[in-house]
């Protein structure tokens, strides 16, 4: 069909009317015998299902494996499927994608070439290294099925917002579900970020980028971290402002973890709220290190978090050194000291 002036189609051919005519025309075949077809065929006859072959000619044919009828597992039909063969190729690792939720019999029912190699392109395309796409199916085998033309939608809203190439290939890594994802959530869960934390665009961006899977996950947890941080350990918000910019996995920790360290860092350790503020990366550390820091220092008088006061150690300096660094330059000792130590609690 030919462009109209105003924009539609024309459903009028453009066909010269000789074409036209010749297509009218009914098309027969000639009347051919049998004798005459199979001399093109270098004079051999078809053969026929029924015509009986020698013990020679029998050993000879080759029967392909069938396909299993029925499996627990994706390794029984590898042999047999050449979309499967190439995904392992790729580095899929198929024990764990049959895990996943109707994963299996997903993959058994694509085509490598018709429907694969046009998301592992536009994959690449996206940022994706080679060496990386083998672990992201694993992940997200489900992106296989997804329709092209929605997951360069969701590229191009992504790019929309000011999202750099190289900070949308670092989002889709990280967070390998990320573009199953419409639009509108994405949007929506962009707002809700940048409404409930009071950020923002540039720090709502940089907020996700860092932790991709905030657009992923459930809101839920979020929401519960953000009740706790404010009603249960007494942060303001716009010290909760600070302390999420900075550390985004409080977000997502466990509500028992995050108080348990909170109760610790402040209660026992007498760290003040707005100390916690300035040093939010402490709640990622692991409760047990903290302990057996501080109760080291408090066994050599050092336990100093006052930064007016002298010899001050700040939690940063607590929670992030190696033990050797921490032992020589924080505490004043030796690696021994503080092993001999540990043994005493």
Not at 191 to 215: A, M, Y
Request: net charge negative; with cysteine.
């Amino acid at each position: 069909p030919h462009s109209a002036k105003d924009g539609s189609f024309s459903s009028e051919s453009n066909l010269p009317s000789p074409v036209k005519q010749e297509q009218a025309k009914a098309e027969t075949l000639p009347d051919l015998n049998a004798e005459i077809l199979y001399e093109d065929w270098d004079d051999i006859p078809p053969s026929s299902a029924l015509e009986e072959i020698s013990e020679e000619e029998a050993v000879q044919i080759i029967a392909e494996p069938l396909l299993p009828l029925q499996s627990s597992t994706l390794r029984d039909y590898v042999d047999h499927s050449e979309t499967l063969a190439k995904l392992v190729h790729l580095g899929v690792d198929l024990s764990q994608v049959e895990k996943r939720q109707k994963a299996g019999q997903l993959l058994l029912t694509l085509d490598f070439e018709k429907d694969i190699r046009k998301i592992l392109l536009f994959l690449k395309d996206v940022g994706v290294e080679d060496n990386q796409l083998g672990s992201f199916l694993t992940k997200n085998p489900y992106i296989l099925a997804e329709d092209l033309e929605a997951l360069e939608t969701r590229v191009a809203y992504l790019k929309s917002k000011k999202f750099g190439k190289a900070e949308i290939a670092q989002m889709v890594s990280r967070a390998p579900y990320l573009l199953l994802f419409s639009v509108e959530r994405l949007d929506n869960r962009l707002g809700f970020f940048k409404n409930e934390l009071g950020l923002s665009v540039k720090k709502t961006k940089d907020l996700v980028i860092r932790l991709p899977r905030l657009l992923t996950g459930k809101l839920e947890p979020v929401k519960e971290n953000l009740q706790v941080c404010q009603i249960e350990l007494g942060f303001q918000p716009n010290e909760i402002q600070q302390i999420v910019y900075r550390t985004p996995k409080i977000l997502t920790a466990s509500k028992k973890k995050l108080k348990q360290t909170f109760d610790y860092l402040h209660n026992i350790m007498g760290i003040p709220h707005h100390m916690l503020t300035r040093f939010p990366q402490v709640f990622n550390s692991k409760l047990l290190r903290i302990k057996e820091r501080h109760m080291f220092l408090m066994f050599l008088g050092r336990a100093q978090y006052d930064p007016a006061q002298p010899s001050y150690i700040s939690l940063d300096q607590l929670v992030s050194l190696p033990d050797e660094v921490f032992c020589t330059e924080i505490a004043k000792a030796s690696m021994q000291d503080f092993e001999k130590f540990l043994k005493t609690l």
